[in-house]
């Protein structure tokens, strides 16, 4: 592990080497040397303690690589092409604008792999048209996912709380980690997470708005809207469209099975042009979400 480290600080390996080489280690350790040792060895007892500390080993190596690989969503540069497409598509943001929906990409990322590379949906579409861009470019995209994930993943089209529950699901895994990522609670959610705001922050045409409870005012007005309360609660929506939403919404998918306490609190709330919305961006009363994915 010494020795380890002492490679892995040294500037000219770069994050995504780093974590190749621990994902080769991790496996090194543990199943093949065990394998190595009762070959050589020829003792079942010898082979058993040898492989206890071979596998806490890989164990401890397998949280080295997670952690490498959240820092590496966290903080790789993503491709300065990516910025500008974006303002091609959507000539209303400015550059602090595309930082935020780049840092919203970043959220839905650490979405999948907190979920343990589990499917997540994507709810913004602005966000999606730049994870759609990123995609074109196969080779960068390509080399970045086996980084981040150590595996492709694949694109899904931006969408809402629906009657499948397994995309359902996908959309409470990515509001349970991207609330987490922000130390908002997921049930009881006092404002909305960056990924979720987006759309409604900067008007983007088809997009969706999110608050983050509108019960209370759809129970007077009697409008639907997508609301961050509804992904907790098996009824659906808060525009009394009880049992819409299928799929498990008692446990975010599935997420709080496997939620651990190493959440960071990250403030994306301040942007060039904010256009006087309330929280981190949704808009203040209950304005249903246009559009659809296709």
């Known amino acids: 592990m010494t020795a380890l480290k002492r490679l892995f600080a040294t500037r000219s390996l770069q994050r995504s080497q780093r974590i190749q080489l621990l994902n080769i280690a991790k496996y090194l350790a543990f199943p093949v040397l065990p394998v190595v040792a009762y070959l ?35 903080e790789s540069v993503f491709p300065r092409f990516l910025g500008a497409k974006l303002r091609t598509q959507y000539p209303q943001l400015g550059a602090r604008d595309v930082e935020l929906v780049l840092h919203g990409l970043r959220q839905f990322f650490m979405a999948h792999l907190r979920s343990k590379r589990q499917f997540v949906a994507m709810p913004s579409q602005v966000v999606d048209a730049a994870w759609h861009e990123f995609i074109l470019h196969t080779r960068a995209y390509d080399s970045w996912c086996a980084a981040a994930f150590g595996r492709l993943m694949h694109h899904s089209p931006a969408e809402v709380l629906g009657s499948n529950p397994q995309r359902n699901n996908g959309l409470r895994r990515t509001w349970y980690w991207a609330c987490k990522e922000e130390s908002i609670d997921p049930r009881k959610p006092s404002r909305l997470p960056l990924l979720f705001a987006l759309d409604k922050k900067f008007a983007i045409d088809g997009g969706f708005s999110y608050v983050p409870d509108c019960r209370d005012i759809a129970k007077k007005s009697g409008y639907y809207a997508y609301c961050g309360t509804s992904f907790g609660d098996a009824s659906g929506g808060c525009g009394g469209d009880s049992g819409s939403s299928g799929g498990d919404a008692n446990s975010f998918g599935g997420s709080e099975s496997y939620s651990s306490s190493d959440s960071s609190s990250v403030d994306y709330s301040s942007s060039s042009s904010d256009s006087g919305s309330s929280g981190c961006g949704g808009g203040s009363g209950c304005g249903g979400g246009g559009g659809g994915g296709d």
């Open 40 to 74: 050589q060895v020829h003792s079942i007892v010898l082979t058993i303690i040898f492989s206890v500390v071979c596998f806490a080993l890989y164990s401890a190596l397998r949280v080295w690589e997670t952690s490498l690989r959240r820092q590496f969503i966290r």
